[in-house]
């Protein structure tokens, strides 16, 4: 589900050609942080999602957000538009009430700052993301072989972790033709010996229906089993199972105790998770501080969804101290993970040389990669960039093609579509319509 981008009127962006791309007295609204996996207040029923342990299943949660995640970012105050009067806009996933400025007001707002887009909606996920990651496959294949065999004639005799491990493969398709049921049967006679990743991988199969039929109740029963050994990605998953209402009655609380101990053990999908919560009330009394804490820890742990939600508080300044350097650190590690939220956002840092060095060119580039991914305000401002050929050779064509590509999923639009239509040849409207109907999205 994608969230809608909130733009102000051409008559609020008119600006000389050389100001900033972006007005110096740029607002960050108030920040939105909301788990990929939760539809938290949104009044949505996505299609059930969960997260796991592992780095690159959690950068695979992310990116389904679109990914990957559902953390994001206020709506802009009024911004400078540049000659071509088309203007680059503030980026988020998810639009919020304008906020406070600088170093923000401390007040009973702090937790809301934070999570402003609790009536935001999660963006459908898989349920769960599993123990292992594919990334655990050797490089040189006469040894992944060599390995794979072993794990084979392991599990046949019994090995509780190598008949994880096998199943794994099937699952992935790595080392062996991808057979989910093959992978279903490999688990269960793992997890039935008691092996806690087996029990919790094999929850997010039935959560999902991969393999298996989809089944909720066997999801619950197999995150418990694992959850109650301490597993960390099945405390999570089974949090989340209670968030949602999924084979469970919806509790909130249940879903915070079982966060709680996701996060304490160290899990970032459950320090992000329990962040969320925190943020929003939702289980809990609101703590907003407690919920940067929390995101911290995911982030410092790589979790891309929690690095991007710390760069935004910390670009807020509500509930610390505003730190534009810092907010734009944490944005460049989650942009590198493909989150395209972050990229749009540090995209804008760089246009307006806030927390980084002013620099159209890089500018551009993160708004590329962001737009590639379908992100709609990204798009909007890389038209932007194209129109007066900020960072970027200026090309009307191009311009018009991601403004084309914009206004399917924002409507407002529609006036600078116009405007750029007037400066195309008649022949490059009709081509860049044609590409725009065969253009898809690209997830990295």
């Known amino acids: 589900m994608k969230a809608t981008n909130t733009e102000t009127s051409d008559s609020e962006c008119a600006a000389s050609q050389d100001r900033p791309l972006l007005s110096a007295g740029w607002r960050w609204g108030q920040l939105c942080v909301l788990a990929a996996a939760l539809s938290l207040g949104a009044g949505v029923s996505p299609s059930v999602a969960a997260k796991g ?9 992310s990116k389904s957000a679109g990914g990957k995640s559902a953390a994001a970012a206020g709506k802009s105050g009024k911004t400078a538009k540049s000659s071509e009067k088309a203007s680059v806009k503030a980026s988020g996933r ?6 406070h400025k600088g170093g923000g007001r401390k007040s009973s707002h702090g937790g809301r700052a934070a999570a ?17 990651s594919p990334s655990s496959v050797k490089a040189d294949h006469a040894e992944d072989a ?9 599990a046949q005799t019994g090995d509780a972790k190598a008949q994880y491990l096998l199943g794994s493969r099937y699952r992935f398709g790595k080392g062996v033709n991808q057979d989910l049921s093959l992978a279903v049967q490999w688990y269960r006679k793992s997890a039935d010996q008691g092996y806690a990743p087996a029990q919790s991988d094999l929850g997010v199969l039935y959560a999902n229906g991969r393999g298996v039929g989809q089944d909720e109740l066997q999801a619950i029963r197999w995150y418990r089993k694992a959850a109650e050994q301490g597993d960390g990605i099945a405390q999570n998953n089974l949090g989340l199972m209670y968030a949602e209402g999924r084979g469970v009655a919806r509790d909130e609380a249940q879903a915070v105790q079982w966060f709680q101990r996701s996060a304490q053990s160290g899990d970032a999908a459950g320090q992000y998770s329990l962040g969320v919560m925190l943020s929003s009330g939702r289980g809990v ?9 929390w995101f911290e ?5 790589g979790h891309a969804d929690a690095q991007y939600n710390t760069g935004m508080i910390y670009a807020v300044g509500a509930l610390v101290p505003q730190d534009l350097q810092r907010a734009a650190q944490w944005l460049d590690k989650s942009a590198n993970q493909g989150n395209a939220a972050a990229q749009s956002s540090l995209g804008f840092l760089y246009a307006n040389g806030q927390g980084v060095n002013q620099d159209a060119k890089t500018a551009a580039h993160w708004f590329e990669r962001a737009s590639r991914q379908g992100y709609t305000l990204a798009q909007s401002n890389l038209a932007a960039m194209y129109a007066g050929g900020q960072g970027v050779e200026k090309d009307m064509s191009k311009a018009y093609y991601w403004l084309l590509i914009a206004q399917q999923q924002d409507p407002s639009l529609q006036g600078r579509v116009q405007t750029a239509e007037q400066e195309v040849s008649a022949a490059d409207r009709v081509r860049v319509q044609r590409e725009v109907q065969r253009w898809k999205t690209v997830k990295e």
């Open 53 to 61: 342990k592992t780095s690159a299943a959690a950068k695979s949660g």
């Open 94 to 99: 998810a639009a919020g009430k304008a906020g």
């Open 116 to 132: 402003a887009a609790a009536a935001g909606a999660a963006v459908a996920a898989p349920m769960g993301l599993e123990h292992w």
């Open 146 to 154: 060599k390995e794979l065999e072993a794990i084979r004639a392991a």
């Open 285 to 293: 009394k609101e703590d907003g501080r407690s919920a940067l804490q």
């Open 297 to 301: 820890k995911a982030a410092e742990q």
